[in-house]
């Protein structure tokens, strides 16, 4: 490599010798007559015109970013065109002459940054130049475009901007907290969550859990930017744990937890059972003193002073950022325990099991689908619908993916020439459109894979009852009720339950 591509041409260049691109690509096909034009054609969007005013702002407060530099280029007449930072230069222009704005509303901003700078407006600015536009094309596409294999510039995503917020305020995030939480209490939290707990997005879990959905549901209150929890962490790690799992394994994502609504429905999916409060009141042997608390009674209240919902016995639990965890026997304090009654601890091995109906998406299973159109309909099942939000669309998608599916089967024993036969009249089973009803083909597929090996028996009987029973959750008929029937309205959880029961028949078509 010669050294010279290691050197960059970087100058002073007086200000009025830099012009804007009159062919800049945010003009899209337009290309300005003049200088005056271009500023006119960038500002021209309102929305853009208002994130000049503030660059310009910006740029009177802070000067000019010391890690960016204009690219520019030579015009053969003694001036310079910029290809890099047009948006940056029309700023300074208008901090410099704020009456070239063309925009009524927004002069009076520039003229008060322009004010602001007083006798320090910029004269020049400091540019790299290259030869020709060829030449800064490569370096203009590798900044626009992405990260290139590494070539290109590299953002920062959620983990390392929290890192740095952590660093400038000394405060962390509750989702940094929420990870320190599970990593640093192995005795409660499972390898497995421990594990998942990093491949959830950091602002996704202070998203959650600085909500106050999560907060009552999980009993981990935040407060002056500390998660402290408000029981001891074996009542809490059961329902934590089945929420991480719901995001590294069941579909969800930020988008399922973006506002509060949001959030109550993703904390519905825990199982009661899970709940800490539950967990904690069945512990208690005896109950506490007053009224023992029901178990389908709602969490109660907060209390600020007593550090534990109200009702409840106070337990040593330090903030997550303390230096102590909290006691993993889980006996709860407040007065010593007598000796004629001591503390129960909790039996260990309470782990969170996702149920199948917590799942976003019908059928999270990998299945090897190569014909490309029933792999699509299987992808929007798997990645696109969500059960919860269309069941309708679910339904019939899920009826219409089952069918396809038989057929594609059908087709490829017979070209096997190992048909599927009928189990009434043992001849080959008839594909596609006009051919045998959807029960039959479940039916016939079902005992074709039992006795070639490919289904347990359990399965193809469980199969087998479930396709033919008439008008009952999950039968055929009840699929066609779905596309014929203004009655008939799918569950989500009963899709989910369907869902499960097909799944060893699908595997075995599939796989």
Known sequence: MKMDKMSRDIRSIPLDLIKLDQENVRFGNDVAQNQREAID?????????????????????NGFDPTELQLVTPDGVGSFIVLEGNRRLTAVKL?????????????????????????????????????????????????????????????????????????????????????????????????????????????????????????????LRVENKELTPLLPLEFIAPSVEFALD?????????????????????????PPELLPQKLF????????????????????????????????????????????????????????????????????????KPLSRARKFLVPWSLDIPN????????????????????????VTFRVFLEVSCDDFILRQTQLNDPVLRIDTQRPVKDGMGGDKLSMKIQSIAKHLESSGGLATPASKA????ATSFDSVGSVDHFNLFVHSSASAPVPSELKDIADEYRPLLEAIWN
């Open 95 to 219: 901090l410099q002459k704020p009456d070239l704005c063309p925009v009524e509303k927004l002069f009076k901003g520039f003229m008060t940054a322009h004010n602001q700078l007083g006798f320090d407006l910029p004269q020049e600015l400091q540019c790299s130049v290259v030869s020709s536009r060829a030449e800064g094309d490569m370096w203009i596409e590798l900044k626009h475009t992405g990260q290139n294999n590494g070539v290109g510039r590299v953002g920062w995503d959620s983990d390392i901007r929290d890192e740095r917020r952590a660093r400038q305020t000394g405060v962390e995030s509750i989702g940094r907290q929420v990870r320190n939480l599970v990593k640093d209490n192995p005795q409660v939290f499972s390898p497995k969550s421990i594990a998942d707990v990093y491949l959830i997005p950091v602002t996704t879990l202070t998203r959650l859990f600085s909500s106050a959905p999560a907060q009552k549901t999980f009993q």
């Open 463 to 466: 199969i087998f009852k479930r």
């Open 281 to 352: 009141s069945g512990s208690l042997r005896p109950p506490s003193a007053g009224a023992p608390q029901s178990p389908n009674a709602p969490l109660a209240p907060i209390d600020p002073e007593a550090g534990l919902s109200t009702g409840l016995p106070q337990s040593p639990v330090p903030p997550v950022g303390g230096a102590a965890a909290p006691n993993p026997a889980g006996g709860v304090s407040g007065a010593p325990a007598s000796p004629a009654q001591p503390a129960v601890p909790v039996k260990p091995g309470i782990r969170a």
């Open 41 to 61: 054609l960038l500002m021209a969007d309102p929305d853009d015109a208002r994130k000049l005013l503030k660059l310009a702002q910006h740029i009177a407060e």
């Open 372 to 395: 490309n159109r029933i792999n699509a309909i299987y992808r929007d099942l798997r990645k696109t619908l969500v059960v919860d939000d269309c069941p309708n669309a679910v339904a």
């Open 246 to 270: 719901m995001f590294v394994s069941e579909g969800y994502n930020v988008n399922d937890i973006r506002s509060d609504d949001n959030r109550m429905r993703f904390v519905t999916h825990i």
